[in-house]
């Protein structure tokens, strides 16, 4: 009898059974070693390391201390306008909020709050490893879960989206794509069709957490009305599967996020009318393609009738909101944009990061590249329904590249499906070398082929970026935003404080203070006051500051990126070079590196 198993035998497949749970496992454990200093720094001392994290741990507390489901309203954010209503929803705060009243009833409410930050990112890592599993078995088959897994954990996951302490709605808005592209890719299959209603609910539910996702969205729509070019009345409930999952699912995310009140409310950057109209018109449009289907004998007829119905759902949706066409944060002040939104990392272009840190753009860039040639490719070879699948991820690749050129963010999201493309490559690579010599086609050149077109491979060999100084001396901005030092701002009687934009979230999450500016573009009237006032001049600047009702200032060097935010003679300047002007008052704090100032009464 043969010692090596066959495809068929039992002992074989217990094993491929295995692997992938084993694969998960072993991923997470890994991750949860490397990040382990960044998890013990969540853990000892509630360290936050993006503002965003910070500003939703807020958006939680105020939902378990009574705040209104429905009421997103930051209320200690520009207090003097009465808050500033985000462009976030609950579905994220729940799950947090579940946590910490779930580690509650163990823990002190503080250490209750750390854990959840822990955990809710570790499970949404599993999840994205069980999501890519999925979508590599609908593609590939069952060889292809435990490379998929590997390859989007040397994405270095638990460095980006995934890393301990982050609780933004980026990480499940990954997990979701990425679950929705496996649903899809499954559905492609005339015998598992009804897996598009899952695959229509999940970018419902994404969209109700944000519109970051909407270009990949795009993509989603259009693939049914394609295939249905393509096979006719065979497509008919695929049709009428994802039309009900997208068209049912955001009607009730809708009515589960979006207070009764606001539902004929206009936002161009949160889900609200515009986005449902774009929806309706879209599932109505996906269902009279199924009403039609068995009419049409044609391909071309087809894709006549799909094209004037999709133009219709565009029509519809273009002479309703014609304003949410461009930018979706073409509301924010000019100022503010200029001197703050157009200097935020994550939103700049491919190209200007490039020219600031080639290696950081080309381990965005050329790993997505390498998923989508690869996906091209096995595509061209491919034929019916591989084809098909191979052509849709590779659509969902090429649009987040070019949202990514865009704006860097989309990368986040991307890379993990770029990752799932090349490993078909990788796969089809091997299955070639094996003809030629063993190794070739073992699992050593798999992993070879796998680790080449990572982005952790090419974070490795990316050139280092020139340091930023910040500035011949001082504190670094990470020194500024240190929890225990905010928190030292805290010993001080609560009021309205003047900060630089990216503390903003920080003391709203460390102390009981408000504050002007926050690093949302909603915030325009805070931002804009701050802006001015920093940028403004030193002499006469408490006077300004008493019409906004501040009561601090709170200072930090390193928090001043450039001489655009310290122009000689303004108030930023001032206080940097520590020619304190009349009408502030020196507050003593317990440490540095801030320095304290009370609005003096006139």
């Known amino acids: 009898m043969s010692l090596i198993a066959t495809a068929s035998s039992p002992a074989c497949a217990r094993r491929s059974a295995a692997l992938p749970p084993l694969a998960i496992l072993a991923a997470l454990v890994v991750a949860a070693l490397v990040s382990w200093p960044r998890a013990s720094a969540v853990w000892t001392s509630g360290a936050f390391f993006d503002s965003d994290d910070a500003m939703r741990m807020v958006q939680v507390r105020d939902l378990l201390a009574g705040q209104d489901w429905f009421d ?33 009833f163990l823990l002190a409410p503080e250490q209750a709050e750390r854990a959840a930050r822990l955990v809710f990112p570790l499970a949404l890592q599993g999840l994205l490893y069980l999501a890519a ?45 990425m679950a929705a592209a496996g649903a899809m890719l499954a559905a492609m299959d005339v015998n598992r069709v009804r897996w598009a209603i899952a695959a229509g609910a999940l970018l419902a539910l994404s969209m109700a957490i944000s519109l970051e996702n909407l270009h990949f969205i795009a993509v989603f729509c259009a693939a049914p009305a394609l295939i249905f070019v393509w096979r006719g009345a065979a497509a008919r409930l695929l049709l009428l599967s994802f039309a009900a999952g997208l068209g049912l699912g955001a009607m009730a995310f809708y009515a589960a996020t979006v207070a009764p009140s606001r539902w004929g409310d206009a936002y161009c950057d949160a889900l609200s009318a515009p986005q449902m109209t774009l929806i309706a018109g879209v599932t109505a449009a996906l269902a009279m393609l199924a009403g039609v289907s068995q009419r049409l004998p044609t391909a071309l007829s087809r894709f006549i009738v799909a094209a004037l119905a999709g133009a219709a759902a565009l029509g519809v949706y273009i002479a309703s909101y ?9 509301a924010t002040d000019p100022l503010v944009r200029e001197l703050w939104l157009s200097r935020v990392h994550e939103a700049m272009s491919l190209r200007r990061l490039a020219a600031r840190d080639l290696g950081e753009a080309a381990m965005l860039a050329i790993p997505t590249l390498f998923g989508l040639a690869a996906a091209v490719v096995l595509a061209w070879r491919g034929d019916g329904l591989a084809r098909a699948r191979w052509l849709f991820l590779a659509a969902l690749v090429a649009a987040g590249f070019a949202v990514g050129a865009w704006q860097i963010r989309a990368f986040s999201s991307v890379l993990p499906l770029a990752g799932l493309a090349w490993v078909g490559g990788a796969l089809a690579l091997t299955q070639r070398g094996r003809a030629r010599h063993a190794l070739l086609g073992g699992p050593l050149a798999l992993a070879v082929l796998l680790l080449f077109a990572s982005p952790f491979a090419w974070a490795l060999a990316a050139p280092e970026s020139e340091a930023s100084s910040g500035g011949a001396s001082g504190p670094s901005k990470a020194a500024c935003l240190a929890s225990d030092k905010i928190a030292a701002l805290g010993a001080l009687p609560p009021g309205l404080a003047l900060t630089a934009i990216d503390l903003g979230p920080y003391l709203l ?38 019409k906004l009702r501040v009561r601090y200032v709170f ?23 520590n020619a304190v002007p009349a009408g502030l008052r020196p507050q003593p704090l317990a440490a540095g590196p801030f320095t304290a100032y009370v609005i003096a009464a006139e």
């Not at 200690?76 to 705060?93: I, Q």
């Not at 729940?94 to 509650?104: H, Q």
């Open 72 to 104: 997103m309203t930051a209320r200690r954010l520009d207090p003097g306008n009465g808050g500033v209503f985000m462009h976030w929803s609950r579905v994220v705060d729940a799950p947090l909020a579940a946590l910490v009243k779930a580690f509650g």
């Open 133 to 177: 599993g999925g979508a590599a078995r609908a593609l590939l088959g069952a060889k292809a879960v435990a490379p998929a897994i590997g390859m989007v954990f040397l994405g270095g996951v638990m460095f980006g989206q995934f890393q301990p302490g982050r609780i933004d709605h980026h990480a499940p808005q990954i997990v979701l794509l």
């Open 322 to 330: 014609p304003a949410c066409l461009g930018d979706p944060l073409g």
């Open 509 to 546: 999450e460390r102390t009981r203070h408000s504050t002007l500016a926050g690093p949302y573009h909603r915030d325009n009237r805070g931002n804009r006051a701050a802006l001015e006032t920093w940028a403004g001049p030193a002499e006469g600047a408490a006077q300004s500051l008493r």
């Open 555 to 577: 200072f930090c060097p390193g928090l001043i990126d450039d001489a655009r935010d310290a122009p000689s003679g303004s108030l930023a300047a001032a206080l940097r070079d």
